[in-house]
């Protein structure tokens, strides 16, 4: 059985850090293509940056130069380190898995993220 669980999000100030973590059972890395996602009030989940199993990452636009994905086999952990934080980075964050094969789809609860002075 999969289960994604998030942690580390919280409330920090425009220009600090937060590193999310995504520990996943139940998940093979080589298999699945890790992501995470946002989801701000009253809009729709985007997709915030991605790593493949062969381990290719790429990012949205908006948060390209701040945020890094990378992931810890051992752990079987996705992290988000996210750099220079702003406003408009508000948002539940939520892991996302997808075999690379079948298709399967998994998603964690989500965890806050809120940027404000």
């Known amino acids: 059985q999969v289960q994604l669980v998030e942690s580390g999000g919280g409330l920090v100030q425009p220009g600090g850090s937060l590193r999310l973590s995504c520990a996943a059972s139940?998940?093979?890395?080589?298999?699945?293509?890790m992501g995470w996602y946002r989801q701000a009030p009253g809009k729709q989940r985007e997709l915030v940056a991605v790593?493949?199993?062969?381990?290719?990452?790429n990012y949205a636009d908006s948060v390209k130069g701040r945020f890094i994905i990378s992931g810890d086999n051992a752990k079987n952990t996705v992290y988000l380190q996210m750099n220079s934080l702003k406003p408009e980075d508000t948002a539940v964050y939520y892991c996302?898995?997808?075999?690379?094969?079948?298709?399967?789809?998994?998603w964690g609860q989500g965890t806050q993220v809120t940027v404000s002075s």
């Open positions: 996302k898995a997808q075999h690379r094969t079948r298709g399967y789809v998994y």
């Open positions: 790593i493949t199993s062969g381990g290719s990452t």
């Open positions: 139940g998940v093979i890395f080589s298999m699945h293509d």
